[in-house]
């Protein structure tokens, strides 16, 4: 019996010993897997950034991350407008999968998501900010979102399913309630946050530290600005959203003392009764001299527009310009906790948008300016400084990336693929890699009547099919022509490259399982 005893004894000391091995195993290769943020704001473009070689503006904070890691100079997105990029993220699958096809639609929020996936995994996680998919955010421990887009005064948040008011200027109250939460969070736990900012999306309010920043200064216009899309197809001649021609004059140039001529206008002037009295008196006083000035002037024509595209990105860079102080915030919070070393951070935007480029704003085409999206990462652990790749990527690999750096399982059905290799690699890409990326946009009609319309691209090559109530091909030689000024479909020279890039859009029409026939009205049978 005393001997049976000592061997019971024995296996119980060694299973305690092996649980305790285990746990600890455990607990270190927790402690091994990163912190991830998750930083997106909306409607920020490449051509803003400083990291990407602007002319306008410069974004410091932002170049900190691309500095202490990786630029990606071909960051492309599936679908560009709001809400299908952020569903396209979360699920890491197309617009036509995930249910979301334009800004209408409710994201259907009890379908897989890589939050989910790393909630589930032992991942405390966060999203503040906006969310703009209807339905409430699932798959977060904490959770305080926008409703709809947004103020950028004195906004509402939705803190865990309760409305709440809070005064303050959008940018700054979103950067206090993610940091807010950082300190609040279990630091035993590695954490995911969702850091999603409303700027730079329209009507561009500048918030009260940069309202008169660039007031004695001229922004270069694009030297396609005043573009007459005579070597284009219908959908650039008929889209809404020119720069001279669409803005209206209270809700996007901030002539405060005009007459409302829609509603647009009228919303402008109840969200100036919304800010507090002092709020209002110098967000009036910021704009009162230089419409007092245009008012004078009388302009007409191209001077007009001039001005316009003037005040227009003026205000843009304002609100970039909040965004970058409150990354500023979060980074320096970040080395003040230590926790700098093990912070995979992610800066991105939900698309493109256009600068005056074209004569336009807003986003929609698979033109360039709206199909790429700034995209930079750090992470000290595994990525070199200062690197920069021009792996063709898109918002479908954020979600397969975060969860391989997470150490979790990516599900076979999400449809992007992991940028670990690339950017554990100083940037260069395996040679497996994809050398196209495939683009479906839906929303027409719709605002801003952007045609419906899907294409390829490669390094060089682009090929655009608008479709549903017309049926037109657009070619473009990116080396020759990056502003796509020129559409060669009838070009003879081009033959070849064309067939080819049917025949790849084609397969990864197939690949990605975005059926045409179910989409279009045109007869499929006679394309190419």
Same mark, same amino acid.
């Given at each position: 019996?005393?001997?049976?005893?000592?061997?019971?004894?024995?296996?119980?000391?060694? /299973?305690?010993?092996?649980?305790?091995?285990?746990?600890?195993?455990?607990?270190?290769?927790?402690?091994?897997?990163?912190?991830?943020?998750?930083?997106?704001?909306?409607?920020?473009?490449? !051509?803003?950034?400083?990291?990407?070689?602007?002319?306008?503006?410069?974004?410091?904070?932002?170049?900190?991350?691309?500095?202490?890691?990786?630029?990606?100079?071909?960051?492309?997105?599936?679908?560009?407008?709001?809400?299908?990029?952020?569903?396209?993220?979360?699920?890491?699958?197309?617009?036509? &999968?995930?249910?979301?096809?334009?800004?209408?639609?409710?994201? @259907?929020?009890?379908?897989?998501?890589?939050?989910? /996936?790393?909630?589930?995994?032992?991942?405390?996680?966060?999203?503040?900010?906006?969310?703009?998919?209807?339905?409430?955010?699932?798959?977060?421990?904490?959770?305080?979102? /926008?409703? $709809?887009?947004?103020?950028?005064?004195?906004?509402?948040?939705?803190?865990? $399913? %309760? *409305?709440?008011?809070?005064?303050?200027?959008?940018?700054?109250?979103?950067? @206090?309630?993610?940091?807010?939460?950082? @300190?609040?969070?279990? !630091?035993?736990?590695?954490?995911?946050? +969702?850091?999603?900012?409303?700027?730079?999306? *329209?009507?561009?309010?500048?918030?009260?530290?940069?309202?008169? #920043?660039?007031?004695?200064?001229?922004?270069?216009?694009?030297?396609?600005?005043?573009?007459?899309?005579?070597?284009?197809?219908?959908?650039?001649?008929?889209?809404?959203?020119?720069?001279?021609?669409?803005?209206?004059?209270?809700?996007? #140039?901030?002539?405060?003392?005009?007459?409302?001529?829609?509603?647009? @206008?009228?919303?402008?002037?109840?969200?100036?009764?919304? +800010?507090?009295?002092?709020? *209002?008196?110098?967000?009036?006083?910021?704009?009162?001299?230089?419409?007092?000035?245009?008012?004078?002037?009388?302009?007409?024509?191209?001077?007009?527009?001039?001005?316009?595209?003037?005040?227009?990105?003026?205000?843009? &860079?304002?609100?970039?310009?909040?965004?970058?102080?409150?990354?500023?915030?979060?980074?320096?919070? &970040?080395?003040?906790?230590? #926790?700098? %070393?093990?912070?995979?951070?992610?800066?991105?935007?939900? !698309?493109?948008?256009?600068?005056?480029?074209?004569?336009?704003?807003?986003?929609?085409?698979?033109?360039? %300016?709206?199909?790429?999206?700034?995209?930079?990462?750090?992470?000290?652990?595994?990525?070199?400084?200062?690197?920069?790749?021009?792996?063709?990527?898109?918002?479908?690999?954020?979600?397969?990336?975060? /969860?391989?750096?997470?150490?979790?399982?990516?599900?076979?059905?999400?449809?992007?693929?992991? &940028?670990?290799?690339?950017?554990?690699?100083?940037?260069? %890409?395996?040679?497996?890699?994809?050398?196209?990326?495939?683009?479906?946009?839906?929303?027409?009609?719709?605002?801003?009547? =952007?045609?419906?319309?899907?294409?390829?691209?490669?390094?060089?090559?682009?090929?655009?099919?608008?479709?549903?109530?017309?049926?037109?091909?657009?070619?473009?030689?990116?080396?020759?022509?990056?502003?796509?000024?020129?559409?060669?479909?009838?070009?003879?020279?081009?033959?070849?490259?064309?067939?080819?890039?049917?025949?790849?859009?084609?397969?990864?029409?197939?690949?990605? $399982?975005?059926?045409?026939?179910?989409?279009?009205?045109?007869? =499929?049978? *006679?394309?190419?």
């Amino acid at each position: 019996m005393a001997k049976n005893k000592i061997i019971i004894n024995a296996l119980v000391l060694l /299973l305690i010993m092996n649980l305790f091995m285990m746990s600890c195993a455990q607990s270190s290769e927790t402690a091994e897997r990163p912190n991830i943020i998750f930083i997106m704001t909306d409607d920020h473009t490449i !051509q803003a950034m400083s990291a990407y070689g602007s002319i306008i503006n410069k974004t410091p904070n932002m170049d900190r991350i691309a500095n202490a890691g990786i630029r990606f100079s071909n960051a492309f997105v599936t679908n560009s407008i709001c809400a299908p990029s952020r569903a396209v993220i979360l699920t890491g699958k197309y617009s036509h &999968l995930n249910g979301v096809l334009d800004n209408a639609q409710r994201f @259907d929020g009890s379908q897989q998501t890589f939050p989910k /996936l790393l909630q589930g995994a032992g991942y405390q996680t966060a999203m503040v900010g906006k969310w703009h998919l209807k339905s409430d955010p699932t798959g977060f421990d904490y959770w305080n979102v /926008l409703p $709809g887009q947004g103020l950028y005064y004195n906004p509402d948040f939705i803190e865990m $399913g %309760e *409305r709440k008011n809070h005064e303050g200027y959008v940018t700054d109250l979103t950067t @206090d309630f993610a940091l807010d939460w950082l @300190d609040r969070r279990e !630091q035993e736990k590695p954490f995911y946050l +969702m850091l999603h900012h409303k700027a730079p999306h *329209r009507n561009w309010m500048p918030g009260p530290d940069h309202l008169d #920043l660039y007031n004695d200064q001229e922004i270069p216009i694009p030297d396609n600005f005043f573009d007459n899309y005579e070597n284009r197809g219908t959908a650039a001649k008929t889209q809404e959203m020119s720069i001279s021609e669409i803005m209206f004059p209270v809700y996007d #140039l901030k002539i405060l003392d005009a007459t409302p001529t829609n509603g647009n @206008d009228e919303f402008m002037l109840k969200r100036l009764e919304r +800010m507090t009295p002092e709020q *209002r008196e110098n967000f009036i006083n910021a704009y009162k001299d230089e419409n007092a000035a245009f008012h004078k002037a009388n302009l007409q024509g191209d001077e007009l527009a001039k001005w316009k595209y003037q005040r227009y990105i003026k205000d843009y &860079l304002r609100c970039v310009a909040s965004v970058d102080d409150n990354i500023g915030r979060v980074l320096d919070y &970040l080395e003040k906790e230590g #926790l700098t %070393e093990n912070t995979l951070i992610v800066y991105t935007s939900d !698309q493109g948008f256009y600068l005056g480029e074209h004569g336009w704003f807003d986003k929609r085409f698979m033109y360039e %300016e709206s199909y790429k999206t700034p995209m930079v990462v750090s992470y000290p652990k595994s990525i070199k400084k200062g690197l920069t790749t021009e792996a063709m990527t898109m918002n479908l690999d954020i979600a397969p990336t975060l /969860l391989e750096y997470a150490g979790v399982d990516v599900p076979e059905d999400m449809q992007g693929a992991s &940028l670990k290799s690339i950017m554990n690699n100083n940037g260069k %890409e395996p040679s497996d890699w994809r050398q196209s990326t495939y683009y479906h946009y839906f929303e027409y009609p719709g605002v801003h009547a =952007v045609k419906r319309h899907y294409g390829v691209r490669t390094k060089q090559y682009k090929l655009i099919h608008f479709y549903n109530d017309i049926d037109e091909w657009e070619l473009y030689d990116l080396e020759k022509d990056p502003k796509e000024m020129k559409n060669l479909i009838e070009d003879e020279t081009y033959a070849s490259v064309k067939s080819t890039l049917m025949k790849e859009l084609r397969e990864l029409q197939k690949q990605y $399982g975005d059926s045409i026939q179910n989409q279009s009205s045109v007869d =499929v049978s *006679r394309i190419p």
